[in-house]
């Protein structure tokens, strides 16, 4: 399968705890993007990369989260000190810039605090 | 946060109908607007798109209509199926990036 990969697909965590998603975009995808969908809502933008650079943050991203894509391959959405509002949904896509920049979207991880 | 507006929540069409679901959007930088269509346990999936500089994209049973007056745009799924049911989210970014989604509209077609 060569569409955006997400682990863990479920993922559950005490209040308090450290947590980290990874995802493995389409590969030769040179932006990545992160998204964030609770119950009943569209998803909300959170970050994006293009290649190793993040170019933008969404005021949604707290001092708790960070985004890495060391490589510009795989990336990494790390979420401190979790609390119960961070459960969620949270969905990767990645596009090629030029190939009209069609974001595809992984299966999401979901996130539930305790 | 929310710069696009999607209506309506929910939709219950017999099949073979048409489907029609609305949204409207506040930025006019925006010029990609997208329909997105998920299935529970699914990320979305690019249905169709649309850029403002036409009025009308048809793609199968897929139609989307843009008024960019009206800041409004509405797909329209001809002869629904069982098989449409999904919830349905309108997006409008600028130059495909940040894209900002409605809340979405679950779709549910009667046999």
């Known amino acids: 399968d060569t569409g955006v990969s997400q682990n863990p697909r479920h993922k559950i965590t005490k209040r308090g705890q450290n947590v980290t998603f990874r995802c493995d975009p389409i590969s030769e995808h040179n932006r990545l993007y992160w998204y964030r969908q609770t119950l009943g809502q569209g998803p909300e933008f959170l970050t994006y990369?293009?290649?190793?650079?993040?170019?933008?943050k969404s005021r949604l991203l707290s001092d708790r989260f960070s985004a890495e894509r060391p490589k510009g391959s795989f990336s990494t959405l790390e979420i401190q000190r979790t609390e119960q509002g961070d459960s969620a949904m949270y969905l990767c896509?990645?596009?090629?810039?030029?190939?009209?920049?069609?974001?595809?979207f992984g299966a999401g991880t979901r996130l539930s605090v305790l | 946060q929310q710069q696009v507006k999607q209506s309506p929540q929910s939709l219950i069409v017999q099949k073979g109908g048409i489907s029609i679901i609305n949204c409207a959007y506040e930025?006019?930088?925006?010029?990609?607007f997208p329909w997105y269509q998920q299935f529970p346990g699914k990320g979305p999936a690019l249905l169709i798109a649309?850029?403002?500089?036409?009025s009308e994209k048809k793609e199968g049973r897929f139609t989307i209509s843009f008024n960019k007056s009206a800041k409004q745009f509405s797909l329209h799924i001809m002869d629904s199926q069982p098989g449409d049911s999904a919830t349905y989210f309108c997006a409008a970014s600028r130059d495909n990036n940040d894209m900002r989604f409605g809340a979405g509209t679950r779709l549910t077609v009667k046999p």
């Open positions: 930025n006019t930088a925006f010029d990609y």
């Open positions: 990369f293009q290649n190793e650079a993040q170019l933008e």
């Open positions: 649309i850029r403002p500089d036409v």
């Open positions: 896509a990645s596009s090629l810039v030029g190939a009209k920049n069609i974001q595809y």
